[in-house]
């Protein structure tokens, strides 16, 4: 099974941090991580300093970047600004999000849901030929609107189909196995973005890859959450995935022990402990 694993720590994990970490140790973050043979690095987001100062300096942390044969860094976006500030970093991937319900658009991207969706049409326009992918966020629920119907996800995705690569997340941490499978195979998601919230986040990758998605983000030690939604704890540890599915017999290509040493050096920076695991109870045998 040929898969794609995206680490997002160094923009969804580092941004849900309280303290704003300088853009050479976010670029550092990202050079690590491409050393230990992560397919793909979510490196920055182009997003309002003043909204997100954890993601401040973004073209600082895309000139830090060491690039690397057979890796793809991408970028996020919300907005046409985004997109201008993407456009001349020359990263390989753009990934535009928006969420599934009008509230939390609201709350964290100051627009309605049609308007979102347009944003997201009018960014896919001016991309062109640059990989794409569309990540849907709180497709399980949403923390002020409650469960989310499949029937717009389906509906929502549908839009993009063919255009880009479609990320169904699960920005809470509520959703099981049994709706993850569904929903993905519902909507011919490519890929599944899991939060570890409720302790399901890793089922939930194996169901995902059992309904055909083939991307998975993860992120180091299991750093992220959401500014925007409350008690959204950290994101799938990206060494603890690994650990899965090389027990499952699917091939990563991922050093885990070098993902298990960065983790380490971020729990000295951070001066706590991580979410993840196997950082913690290291490789085995």
Same mark, same amino acid.
């Given at each position: 099974?040929?898969?794609?694993?995206?680490?997002?720590?160094? @923009?969804?994990?580092?941004?849900? /941090?309280?303290?704003?970490?300088?853009?050479?140790? *976010?670029?550092?973050?990202?050079?690590?991580?491409?050393?230990?043979?992560?397919?793909?690095?979510?490196?920055?987001? !182009? $997003? %309002?300093?003043? *909204?997100?100062?954890?993601?401040?300096?973004?073209?600082?942390? &895309?000139?830090?970047?060491?690039?690397?044969?057979?890796?793809?860094? #991408?970028?996020?976006?919300?907005?046409?600004?985004?997109?201008?500030?993407?456009?001349? #970093?020359?990263?390989? @991937? $753009?990934? $535009?999000?928006?969420?599934?319900? =009008?509230? !939390?658009?609201?709350?964290?991207?100051?627009?309605?849901?049609?308007?979102? $969706?347009?944003?997201?049409?009018?960014?896919?326009?001016?991309?062109?030929?640059?990989?794409?992918?569309?990540?849907?966020? &709180?497709?399980?629920?949403?923390?002020?609107?409650? *469960?989310?119907?499949?029937?717009?996800?389906? /509906?929502?995705?549908?839009?993009?189909?063919? %255009?880009?690569? &479609?990320?169904?997340?699960?920005?809470?941490?509520? +959703?099981?196995?049994?709706?993850?499978?569904?929903?993905?195979?519902?909507?011919?998601?490519?890929?599944?973005?899991?939060?570890?919230? @409720?302790?399901?986040?890793?089922?939930?990758?194996?169901?995902?890859? =059992? +309904?055909?998605?083939?991307?998975?983000?993860?992120?180091?030690?299991?750093?992220?959450?959401?500014?925007?939604?409350? %008690?959204?704890?950290?994101?799938?540890?990206?060494?603890?995935?690994?650990?899965?599915?090389?027990?499952?017999?699917? %091939?990563?290509?991922?050093?885990?022990?070098?993902?298990?040493?960065?983790?380490?050096?971020?729990? #000295?920076?951070?001066?706590?402990?991580?979410?993840?695991?196997?950082?913690?109870?290291?490789?085995?045998?």
């Amino acid at each position: 099974m040929d898969i794609t694993l995206c680490d997002v720590g160094p @923009r969804d994990g580092l941004q849900n /941090e309280s303290e704003a970490f300088e853009p050479a140790m *976010r670029a550092e973050l990202v050079n690590r991580l491409a050393a230990a043979g992560l397919p793909r690095v979510e490196a920055v987001s !182009f $997003v %309002r300093d003043d *909204r997100v100062p954890q993601m401040a300096g973004a073209e600082d942390v &895309v000139a830090g970047i060491e690039r690397r044969d057979g890796v793809e860094y #991408s970028g996020l976006v919300l907005n046409e600004r985004g997109w201008e500030r993407f456009a001349p #970093s020359r990263l390989d @991937r $753009v990934n $535009v999000t928006f969420a599934a319900t =009008e509230s !939390f658009n609201r709350e964290n991207g100051n627009a309605s849901l049609e308007e979102a $969706v347009a944003r997201v049409e009018a960014i896919l326009a001016r991309a062109g030929a640059v990989p794409a992918t569309v990540t849907i966020s &709180v497709c399980f629920g949403c923390p002020f609107e409650g *469960r989310v119907d499949p029937g717009v996800v389906a /509906e929502l995705a549908g839009r993009f189909a063919g %255009r880009a690569e &479609v990320v169904l997340a699960d920005t809470i941490g509520v +959703a099981t196995p049994s709706t993850v499978r569904a929903l993905v195979a519902q909507t011919g998601a490519q890929g599944f973005h899991g939060h570890n919230t @409720r302790n399901t986040g890793y089922a939930n990758c194996l169901a995902a890859l =059992e +309904a055909g998605a083939r991307v998975l983000d993860a992120s180091i030690g299991g750093l992220g959450g959401c500014p925007y939604a409350p %008690r959204a704890t950290g994101n799938v540890a990206t060494e603890d995935v690994v650990y899965l599915l090389e027990g499952e017999g699917i %091939r990563t290509g991922v050093d885990l022990d070098g993902l298990i040493a960065i983790s380490q050096w971020l729990e #000295s920076l951070l001066g706590r402990k991580l979410e993840g695991y196997v950082y913690r109870a290291g490789n085995w045998p």
